[in-house]
């Protein structure tokens, strides 16, 4: 059985950095072809894919996000780090991690709340 | 790089049939067989229905099925129930990133 699990702060003030950890199981990040991502939802709207990082330590992150992200891996303790610089209050939102089998996210974390206000 | 387009809402009573739309370009949705499918139910995290374009995990009703033709990629929902009553997102690997969601679509059953 696979699960996963966000851990952070749920609060940060503007200008700070986040920092999210995705502590899973089930599956190992050495796999060939695995990878993990990070996708957030602001409330009431739509998913936003963040970043990936795959079995070989490739990383890709959103274009439009990609100067303030960062995506790490810790292979033997099975997590997956994302820190985010600069937050500002229009990046609150919950942010979700999920393992990638070649094009799809399957299962995903509970995600966690993370708001930004001073 | 825009989201991929769907309609903000449908809604379709029991026992019918509804289709949700996900349209993207050559360049995501018309170039790979990539795209997949999640429901979202208020309150909780998505959950994967359909991944490269028409397979279904273990364990989804086969009242879901998806499709594609050119640019767009369609889910339906056969047999309408009233524990479909979720949000549904597309999702589609582009040239440019690996990953693009849809702007999602509420399912209403009347």
């Known amino acids: 059985q696979i699960t996963l699990k966000e851990s952070g702060p749920t609060l940060v003030k503007p200008t700070q950095t986040l920092t999210l950890t995705c502590t899973f199981s089930g599956f190992s990040l050495s796999t060939s072809g695995v990878g993990v991502g990070w996708i957030r939802q602001p409330p009431g709207k739509a998913l936003e894919w963040l970043a990936l990082i795959y079995w070989d330590d490739d990383k890709r992150y959103s274009p439009s996000l990609k100067s303030r992200l960062t995506i790490t891996k810790d292979t033997s303790k099975n997590q997956v780090v994302l820190t985010m610089t600069n937050m500002d209050p229009v990046d609150t939102a919950t942010y979700y991690c999920?393992?990638?089998?070649?094009?799809?996210?399957?299962?995903w974390g509970q995600g966690i709340l993370v708001t930004v206000s001073s | 790089q825009s989201a991929l387009t769907q309609p903000a809402s449908v809604s379709g009573s029991p026992g019918q049939s509804i289709t949700i739309s996900c349209t993207g370009t050559s360049s995501d949705v018309g170039g790979y067989n990539y795209v997949s499918w999640y429901q979202q139910h208020p309150g909780k995290a998505p959950k994967l229905m359909i991944y490269?374009?028409?397979n279904r995990p273990s364990g989804v009703p086969d009242r879901f099925s998806g499709s594609k033709s050119g640019n767009t990629a369609s889910l339906t929902i056969s047999g309408l129930q009233a524990e479909d009553e979720a949000d549904y997102y597309c999702s589609s690997y582009t040239t440019t990133s690996p990953v693009i969601f849809g702007g999602g679509t509420q399912l209403t059953v009347l």
């Open positions: 999920a393992p990638r089998w070649g094009s799809w996210f399957d299962p």
């Open positions: 490269g374009v028409t």
